[in-house]
């Protein structure tokens, strides 16, 4: 990754904190979008996959507006497009069980 790129990723992780995430993977995708006009004004593409007890109770819509709020400030600017996979740490059981231990 480019050093602009860690620094995105970075400022993305420090303004997601304040939704206390149990789990946050952020992918860079500009790569994939190489020649596309957001890609040319610098902002990049990014996968966010984000869980946390603050979705509780929350539609999908009202999850990702979390999301875009937190991130506000770097909307258009650092971000062009962004992919949002947000759940509570009990749909994330749903989607990934754990494991059953071996005894």
């Known amino acids: 990754m480019q050093v602009g790129v ?40 990014y996968q966010v996959l984000i869980v946390s007890r603050h979705f509780d109770g929350q539609s999908r819509v009202t999850r990702h507006r979390m999301v875009y709020e937190a991130l506000g ?18 749909e994330l059981q749903e989607v990934f069980p754990p494991e059953p231990t071996r005894p």
Do not use: R
């Not at 992780?13 to 957001?38: K, M, T, Y």
């Open 6 to 45: 860690d620094s995105v990723v970075a400022s993305m992780e420090q303004s997601l904190a304040g939704l206390d995430p149990e789990l946050l993977e952020i992918h860079d995708q500009s790569g994939e979008h190489v020649g596309h006009a957001g890609a040319q004004g610098g902002g990049g593409h």
């Open 73 to 90: 400030a770097m909307l258009h600017k650092q971000i062009h497009a962004l992919a949002i996979t947000a759940l509570t740490p009990q």
